[in-house]
């Protein structure tokens, strides 16, 4: 099939040009088998181009939804361990006895689709669109995510501060928390599969079946160096949510290193693993520690869950303050039995006695006396001395109270959306004695994260989703608070976290019946919920593939935001 104009190596409008001037695809590029042929129509809808990636679960191809010409990624179930597909036919080839053990992965196939229908509404995963069934296999349509791989941007010399790593990765792995919470385990995070939008947030793509990065099962293991954990390497190996943790705090380490941790093989005979001095020095203490918690090659001695490595990179452990002294005499020295050899016993000190008098006492050196005829100061003196030194301390306070209080108040906005005033002043830089620009930090709260994200008026401050909960109080979309306070002086590209609320938790059931189920998807996506199992009937009223009935509850029912709704699906009449 063919469609002018289009080039089907990035699915933008090339007009008459053979090669593409965008992406470089030529026309006529043969096909490579067991992949579609570029041009390839998927029910009457999905335009198919060349394929990006691989493993041995399936292929990724570039598409182009015909209904709403937007870009789609089309992921296709084919192990090509267990199957194959010859030149002009669509359909799958299964390998001789290998039937049982396809079926097997394609309903997984099928199960991880659904699962990732319910996580669709999560900031940090790559929605899907649509799935379904033809050529003898199965086609899950995810959104199509412009950005790049984080991987590509850290190769290019782009090392993250913690300050910019943390509002990007906490709500990455608050997603994969709630992936966890539903038992789907990712088993191939890696800076390949994350990809940083040109919003500047992280998108975690690849989910797919465990056996394609398990090592000795039907298909070909797909590991990611530095970031599979040890029991991917081994069919004994225990595998679970931890191996999650353990790629997750990878790449927060390739982040803001810039170096890939070396492989989890190396490391089970060398498990230490070196942080640079100059990245270490600047990051908190409880992060490092988390991340060494996260990277440990021992299962047993690894964190076990998002949720406690979240808590970790998130809660500084207070230190431990040492008690005050008690008073004691001089000769009962108690010894601090309680602390072992932590806190030792200081010898007491006695504040030698001052004089009575209100002059200040200026202390003696050890090897002088007064002299008796050292001339004494006369009250009145002391007065007039007083008086002067009192003078002074007033004006100094006046002049602190002024360029602190009376002149940020004079430069204050008087408008909340008005932020072209943020530059504040310039100071003295005492480094290197460039001036040092510093701008207000505006006031974000009750706005809405659409309108900020990207706003080139706050393009002086570098704000970043850190997360998403619901509140009652703001409508959704609305942002809650701010780490930075509005108001404060900062320097340019402060990182300043911003949490977003995701309105209340109780959401009312839409209308969805006589909708396709990809209709009801978005629908029920729209009003924060999920679509659940989809029973099917015959039907002589209701056209086929559309919805009859909500199974188990009615339309307009006030439930819990991220609640699923189970659906009956016509068949329709019954031949």
């Known amino acids: 099939m063919e469609f002018k104009g289009l080039c089907l190596g990035c699915m933008c409008n090339k007009g008459d040009a053979v090669q593409c001037p965008k992406c470089g695809y030529v026309d006529g590029t043969p096909q490579v088998l067991p992949y579609l042929e570029p041009g390839t129509l998927l029910k009457e809808r999905y335009i198919v181009g060349k394929h990006i990636s691989s493993n041995g679960e399936g292929v990724t191809y570039i598409g182009l939804d015909a209904t709403t010409n937007k870009k789609v990624t089309v992921r296709e179930y084919l192990p090509k361990t267990l199957c194959s597909r010859v030149k002009g036919d669509d359909n799958i080839i299964i390998s001789p006895g290998n039937k049982l053990v396809y079926q097997d992965y394609l309903q997984d196939f099928m199960e991880i689709g659904r699962a990732l229908i319910k996580l669709s509404t999560l900031p940090s995963i790559v929605p899907v669109l649509d799935m379904f069934e033809s050529n003898k296999t199965a086609y899950i349509i995810y959104e199509f995510v412009d950005g790049k791989p984080l991987n590509e941007i850290i190769k290019r010399a782009r090392r993250f501060t913690w300050e910019e790593a943390r509002p990007l990765f ?11 919470s539903i038992g789907l385990v990712h088993f191939g995070i890696s800076p390949d599969n994350i990809i940083m939008t040109r919003s500047g947030t992280l ?49 927060i380490f390739y982040a803001l290193t810039g170096k890939r941790p070396p492989d989890a093989v190396s490391r089970s005979y060398e498990p230490r693993l070196n942080m640079p001095a100059e990245v270490a020095q600047n990051l908190p203490a409880h992060v490092v520690t988390a991340l060494a918690g996260g990277l440990q090659v021992n299962i047993e001695s690894r964190t076990h869950s998002m949720e406690e490595l979240k808590n970790q990179l998130t809660n ?115 480094t290197d004695s460039q001036p040092k620009v510093l701008y207000r930090v505006p006031n974000l709260v009750n706005k809405k994260w659409s309108s900020v994200n990207g706003n080139e008026k706050y393009s002086n401050f570098y704000i970043r989703l850190m997360d998403e909960v619901y509140d009652e109080n703001y409508e959704e979309g609305r942002i809650i608070s701010q780490t930075v306070e509005a108001g404060s002086t900062v320097e340019q590209n402060t990182p300043i976290g ?16 006589g909708m396709t189920v ?16 989809q029973a099917e009937e015959y039907s002589d009223d209701v056209e086929s593939g559309k919805i009859i009935r909500l199974n188990g509850i009615d339309v307009g029912k006030k439930i819990q935001a991220g609640s699923m709704i189970n659906v009956v699906v016509s068949q329709g009449p019954e031949e």
């Open 170 to 180: 906490l709500p990455l792995i608050s997603t994969v928390n709630s992936a966890h």
């Open 203 to 251: 998108k975690l793509q690849g989910f797919g079946s465990p056996d394609a990065h398990l090592s000795e099962t039907e298909l070909t293991p797909e590991f990611y160096e530095g970031f599979s954990a040890i029991e991917q390497y081994s069919l004994e190996g225990k595998k679970g949510k931890w191996t999650d943790v353990y790629a997750m705090c990878a790449v």
């Open 498 to 513: 911003v949490v977003v609320s995701k309105g209340s938790k109780m959401r009312v059931v839409p209308n969805i019946i």
């Open 316 to 430: 500084p452990v207070p230190r431990r303050q040492e008690p005050k002294p008690r008073p004691k005499p001089v000769q009962a020295a108690a010894p601090a039995a309680d602390y072992g050899d932590r806190y030792v016993d200081e010898p007491d000190y006695r504040e030698p006695p001052r004089p009575a008098s209100s002059a200040p006492v200026t202390r003696r050196e050890p090897d002088y006396e007064r002299e008796d005829d050292e001339p004494e100061i006369s009250p009145y003196k002391y007065g007039i001395i007083s008086g002067l030194i009192g003078f002074v301390v007033l004006g100094v306070i006046a002049l602190i109270f002024i360029n602190l209080v009376i002149l940020p108040m004079m430069n204050k906005d008087n408008t909340e959306d008005d932020i072209s005033s943020d530059y504040v002043s310039s100071q003295e830089n005492d």
């Open 518 to 533: 990809p209709e009801a998807s978005k629908a029920l996506e729209k009003a924060g919920l999920s679509l659940g199992d």
